[in-house]
């Protein structure tokens, strides 16, 4: 070296460095293309650890840097089709968000890893382990090390006619390859029908070839969506023989051992839609003098223990599910129909087991104590949402008119008080429209509305929170094993993107004092009734992390509970069962409780139906896409209000108004203009126009496409975007990569 004093780098210097490596950079190479020693270094740490922040680097494995988005140096990709001149493309394995994935190229003399039965080669479909070579912003070269696994054998689909026979459209949006179908591989299907195809192994060019193994039905058949859900998300519906068996040898239980609350006017309160009744309530004053003002709650639920021992055919098939599923025209129950509708049923006027948490609480809502018992029930009624609000606000029908005092009255008096504590412990307040498809006894759908929010939907999630609480306090009181119900603060990366991404909005947000959930509902009520208003909610939504079953109790976030646990739905969700059982072996309840040692597996359970739980969201939520897509396939044609709610290099995407579809505008139609995504800003921007559109935007569009195969809409843009300077869009560039990582 010279010993000439060399300028410490720029941030930018830095940032081209790293951009224009070939592949991922450490910070000894950094210091040492830029001469950096001595103290500099710790300038140089100092430097990246911002860069890192403002969401400018990533950092991978071995504190590894690179730019946001690029993919691990080895990562797991899958093989998805051959170039003409022999080289495999794949994609990641695992990809999020909607934005096109990087193209990877597989040459031809590097497809050949190893594989546990033996050396192979490569072929499209496999998932194989990869060493990757960035070559552009967008492109990668790739080595195989290892082939993972063959091509997935089983694919749902929907058959089309082409003109060399048929084709198989995959229902799964990200799967975007047809495969060829020969017609003696058809198996009796033809075009329109939704097929499940095995997939068969080819080296060669062209599409690979499927076979038909299962003809489902007719694409636009009313069933058809909720079996697309079914099988795209593999979730078990036959139960075994010997599961179905012990369910239908159930019989009713008796009163020994259990106390009597058959006198008690316990009432089950669910939507009209309701498959099964598994909890019921009952609310009066306290008549403790010194509890002025005061209430007593009793929360009933079904006593599932009872019949779901463990090790049983039962327990075992109810935790391969880990929870019921729920779509617009059936349910994939956790439990066969001669329990979940039947015996673990709180139907009116028919006695049933069942184990009831009895709460006092003061005139403010605090719960002052607690006890469980283990009783037998008869269900007063059963009550709709609706009807339980209509009779509240002086419209009692026939079923509530003999209850309005005695009963209903009680219990919104006593909700009021829980309402009063839920604000002031200061729970995430968070304003998330659900949408409710509705079906005619055909199957059709006629309607998709925002689920209504009453103070009756209100009043039975506080006391399920309550008599959680109460389970979870119990069980941490008795030193029994608790499977508890964890909700984490957010990290600190995400809630410096939201604050940058709410200055945008000049919403100021002091992320380094956020110690409760509460401290979000300044922001949310500050943007209600705004255009601003949904973009704000989910921001913060995506801003939280997601909660999760562990026998490690670190609090609920959201919730601004200490201890919680799920003891509420045990005919839905395998984690209220486990509760139970510790319950029962807890308070000495019965033979059938928690069996010992079993303390020491809840930890696996907690990760199996954390998993099952997601699963089963992602298939509700699809489900709902698709019957969306169905629904509007009248209307393409039609002109829609909506607001943009995401941004990428494929376009626009847009929430409608009135139904709350997502679709896409494609960039490519878009007006006249080359538009550039400026990730910095999150928006798209035309070169020569300035024209802009960015996240929130208000716009109307012309629906062109409904596909209810894939739930995918795609539209065509009327109206919308700006010419002026988005405000604060400084602030945007330097914080946007933080917000794309709020929204993921």
Not at 263 to 269: E, M, N, Y
Not at 353 to 359: K, R
Not at 595 to 618: K, N, S, V, W
């Amino acid at each position: 070296m010279s010993g000439k004093h060399v300028p410490f780098p720029t941030r930018e210097q830095v940032l081209t460095f790293i951009r224009e490596a070939e592949g991922t950079v450490g910070r000894r190479e950094i210091a040492r293309a830029f001469q950096i020693s001595g103290a500099q270094r710790a300038d140089l740490r100092a430097l990246l650890k911002e860069l890192e922040k403002d969401g400018q680097l990533q950092r991978g494995r071995g504190r590894r840097l690179s730019p946001p988005g690029t993919l691990p140096e080895v990562t797991v990709v899958v093989l998805t089709h051959c170039g003409p001149e022999g080289d495999l493309y794949a994609r990641p394995f695992i990809w999020p968000g909607d934005e096109p994935p990087p193209t990877i190229v597989v040459e031809a003399q590097k497809r050949r890893g190893h594989h546990p039965a033996g050396e192979r080669e490569a072929g499209v479909g496999d998932r194989v382990l990869a060493r990757l070579t960035r070559t552009s912003e967008t492109r990668y070269e790739a080595r195989v090390i290892r082939c993972l696994a063959q091509a997935p054998q089983r694919l749902l689909g929907v058959l089309v006619e082409a003109r060399d026979g048929l084709r198989l459209r995959p229902t799964n949006r990200k799967e975007r390859d047809e495969f060829r179908v020969e017609p003696g591989d058809a198996g009796g299907a033809g075009p329109g029908d939704l097929v499940e195809v095995e997939l068969l192994s080819q080296r060669s060019l062209g599409l690979r070839r499927a076979r038909v193994v299962d003809r489902l039905g007719e694409r636009d058949g009313p069933r058809s969506i909720s079996l697309i859900a079914i099988h795209t998300h593999d979730l078990p519906v036959d139960f075994p023989e010997e599961a179905l068996a012990e369910a239908e040898a159930a019989q009713a239980v008796g009163l020994a051992g259990r106390t009597d609350l058959r006198d008690l006017p316990l009432v089950t309160i669910d939507g009209e839609d309701a498959r099964d009744f598994d909890d019921a309530v009952f609310a009066q004053a306290d008549p403790d003098p010194t509890n002025p003002g005061g209430w007593q709650v009793v929360v009933a639920i079904a006593d599932v223990a009872h019949y779901v021992r463990p090790g049983s055919a039962l327990d075992r098939t109810a935790f391969e599910r880990g929870n019921s599923v729920y779509f617009p025209d059936r349910v994939v129950p956790m439990l066969p129909e001669a329990l979940s509708n039947g015996w673990c049923s709180l139907r009116p006027e028919e006695e049933r087991g069942c184990l009831a948490a009895f709460m006092t609480f003061d005139a403010e809502g605090t719960l002052l104590r607690h006890r469980f018992t283990r009783g037998l029930m008869r269900s007063a009624a059963r009550l709709t949402y609706t009807q339980m609000q209509a009779a509240r606000d002086g419209q009692a029908d026939a079923t509530t008119e003999p209850l309005l005092a005695t009963v209903i009255t009680p219990l919104y008096e006593a909700h009021a008080a829980l309402s009063r504590a839920r604000h002031k412990r200061g729970c995430l307040e968070l304003d998330l429209p659900e949408r409710r498809v509705i079906l005619d006894d055909s199957g059709t759908v006629i309607a998709v509305a925002p689920r209504a929010r009453l103070d009756s939907h209100r009043l039975i999630e506080d006391f399920m929170i309550a008599a959680n609480v109460a389970a979870a306090e119990t069980l941490e009181a008795k030193g029994r094993p608790c499977l508890y119900r964890v909700h984490d603060q957010p990290t600190p990366e995400k809630l410096i993107a939201l604050a940058d991404f709410l200055a945008t909005l000049s919403l100021p947000f002091h992320k380094g004092t956020v110690q409760r959930a509460g401290q979000f509902n300044g922001i949310l009520e500050r943007v209600r009734g705004t255009a601003h208003e949904a973009m704000v909610n989910d921001v913060v939504l995506r801003s939280q992390a997601q909660a999760e079953y562990s026998p490690d109790n670190i609090g609920h976030f959201g919730l601004s509970l200490r201890r919680y646990a799920h003891f509420t739905s045990p005919i839905r969700r395998y984690a209220d069962l486990v509760v139970h059982r510790s319950l029962i072996r807890a308070l000495g309840l019965g033979e059938d409780g928690l069996p010992d040692g079993a303390g020491e597996g809840l930890a696996e359970i907690g990760r199996h139906i954390t998993a099952t739980e997601r699963r089963a969201a992602q298939a509700e939520r699809d489900a709902v896409s698709r019957y969306t897509a169905s629904f509007l396939m009248e209307s393409v044609g039609a002109t829609f209000a909506g607001r943009v709610n995401g941004v990428s290099r494929a376009g626009l995407f847009v929430t409608l108004a009135e139904t709350g579809a997502d679709g896409l505008v494609p960039i490519s139609t878009l007006p006249g203009d080359y538009y550039r995504h400026d990730e910095t800003a999150h928006c798209l921007r035309g070169e020569r126009s300035g024209l802009t559109f960015a996240l929130g935007n208000p716009v109307t569009v012309r629906l062109r496409e409904a596909n209810p195969v894939s739930g995918g809409l795609v539209f065509e843009l009327l109206e919308g975007g700006s010419k002026e300077k988005p405000r604060g869009a400084a602030k945007l560039r330097r914080s946007a990569r933080l917000v794309q990582r709020v929204r993921r």
